[in-house]
């Protein structure tokens, strides 16, 4: 692998990390190319030919990843989840989360409730694909 290979990586992995870490704040695409510093353009074709998954994509299903984790293990409200997870509407919260998950945040409560099984392995047969 070469230098440039190995700088451009370490830049994606840089951002990739404060979506990971700060996946509840408004993050949007200047913002992360600037942690990686390069252009908003170079940073969206860069992160997908990384990672397989435009950087907006990969941050809603991060913020789906936690909403999951809530609505398991919690009994706070859908909306309160939706709004701590860094959604901004209810609406798109519960339209990605369904695109994503395939069922409802309050469906896939209800059925996470039902059947009690160790979150390990919840999280492994319940994580959504890219």
């Known amino acids: 692998m070469s230098r440039g290979t190995e700088d451009t990586n370490r830049r994606m992995l840089r951002a990739r990390d404060a979506m990971d870490r700060d996946y509840a704040q408004p993050l949007d695409v200047p913002a992360l190319a600037a942690i990686a510093h390069v252009s908003p353009a170079h940073f969206t074709r860069t992160f997908r030919a990384t990672f397989g998954e435009t950087p907006h994509r990969y941050l809603q299903r991060r ?68």
């Not at 398991?72 to 998950?101: L, N, P, W, Y």
């Open 63 to 130: 913020r789906v990843e936690r909403a999951m984790s809530l609505l398991r293990e919690s009994e706070r409200s859908v909306t309160d989840i939706c709004f701590e997870v860094g959604f901004a509407s209810t609406g798109t919260f519960s339209r990605t989360f369904s695109a994503i998950v395939g069922r409802s945040p309050r469906a896939y409560r209800k059925e996470a409730a039902a059947s009690r099984v160790p979150t390990c392995f919840t999280m492994a047969w319940t994580r959504p694909n890219a």
